[in-house]
């Protein structure tokens, strides 16, 4: 544990072990220090008790990538357990509770391969507003996003997106293109013969991989 010398706000923003202010202080001690603050904030935040407020940006692109796919505001409110206006609060607002956080990603997880259902007039019609507001509102659908990146405020959708921006049903996806993986096609070209990106690729055959995994450890449980 850090002295009353040295810590975590020492670390960060200084002045270091030499007096320099602004630089923070990299003895062990202050390292040590970080490292476990870090390692703390990321465990509570993933079990949504971290109490400060956190960076936004993720919750906003993973609910927007899913209205892309025809989740309506309305399916995703009563997912998340809140109300629309609440669930429109969290497609604007910068920051958010750890609590928000973890919620929306767990149904992100969920529903990325997923369309919503359409089994009627109304399930119809609430897709396409949904699919049409995102749209009309420059939004990217999941395969987009790499997750690596989907949290990070200065990153970017993935180049050649567009190609795959049609509904589909990405389990789907990730089945065709693991077959012509296996046959020995080329990564490129099976993105080629699918019409998406290289990069789409990998992340939807990550996340199946990732929901496949899931799957076997529930059942082994």
């Known amino acids: 544990m850090a002295d009353g010398k040295h810590g975590l706000t020492r670390y960060k923003h200084g002045p270091d072990e030499h007096g320099t202010r602004g630089r923070g202080c990299r003895c062990a001690t202050c390292r040590d220090a970080n490292t476990a603050w870090q390692r703390n904030r990321g465990r509570m935040i993933a079990y949504g008790r971290w109490d400060g407020l956190l960076d936004a940006t993720g919750v906003q692109r993973r609910l927007q990538a899913l209205m892309f796919n025809g989740w309506s505001l309305g399916l995703l409110s009563a997912r998340l357990g809140c109300t629309r206006q609440v669930t429109r609060v969290k497609l604007t607002r910068d920051q958010t509770t750890a609590a928000t956080v973890a919620a929306v990603r767990a149904l992100y997880d969920e529903l990325w391969d997923q369309q919503p259902p ?104």
């Not at 993935?158 to 589909?168: I, L």
């Not at 998406?196 to 059942?219: C, F, M, N, P, Y």
């Open 118 to 221: 359409e089994t009627n007039r109304f399930e119809r019609r609430n897709a396409t507003m949904a699919r049409r507001y995102a749209r009309d509102h420059g939004w990217v659908p999941p395969a987009a996003w790499d997750d690596d990146e989907i949290d990070d405020p200065e990153a970017v959708p993935a180049d050649g997106w567009e190609r795959g921006a049609a509904p589909r049903r990405y389990g789907v996806l990730a089945e065709d293109a693991g077959h012509l993986l296996r046959a020995g096609e080329s990564a490129a070209h099976v993105a080629g013969r699918l019409g998406i990106s290289e990069g789409t690729l990998a992340t939807v055959l990550e996340r199946a991989a990732r929901k496949q995994r899931r799957r076997e450890a529930a059942r082994a449980a």
